[in-house]
């Protein structure tokens, strides 16, 4: 099991960065595969970024694809997701998750990941 707690989330302007980070404790971090998603309200989860175990291998949503970047850094068992060029509808909740390394399913899919955190709240003002 692990548990996940996210850090970082702001006010910040349109066009504006931020970066959000989300640290792992519990079982060895290199069993899993780690995503960010976000939820704005009255919307479901939403995928946004996933990374390998490795960190070998990155995926994006189209939608933030050339402005969000995730990483992570095994020695510190923590995910970042780098935000730039912030648009008002980043606007949400965004929240850390992990998958088991040899799970089956997809990076991109809410039922797929096991462990969630609390989330942290990004608000971009137009």
């Known amino acids: 099991q692990v548990q996940l707690v996210e850090s970082g989330g702001g006010l910040v302007q349109a066009g504006g960065s931020l970066r959000l980070s989300c640290a792992a404790s519990?079982?060895?971090?290199?069993?899993?595969?780690l995503g960010w998603f976000r939820q704005a309200p009255g919307k479901e989860r939403e995928f946004v970024a996933a990374?390998?175990?490795?960190?070998?291998?990155?995926y994006y949503a189209d939608s933030v694809k050339g402005r969000f970047t995730i990483a992570r850094d095994n020695t510190k068992n923590t995910v970042y997701l780098q935000m730039s060029s912030l648009k008002p509808e980043d606007m949400a909740v965004y929240y850390c998750?992990?998958?088991?390394?040899?799970?089956?399913?997809?990076?991109?899919?809410?039922?797929?990941?096991?462990?969630w955190g609390q989330g942290t709240q990004v608000t971009v003002s137009s």
């Open positions: 998750a992990a998958r088991p390394r040899f799970s089956v399913g997809s990076y991109s899919l809410v039922k797929d990941y096991n462990y």
């Open positions: 519990g079982r060895a971090f290199t069993s899993y595969n």
């Open positions: 990374i390998s175990w490795s960190g070998g291998t990155t």
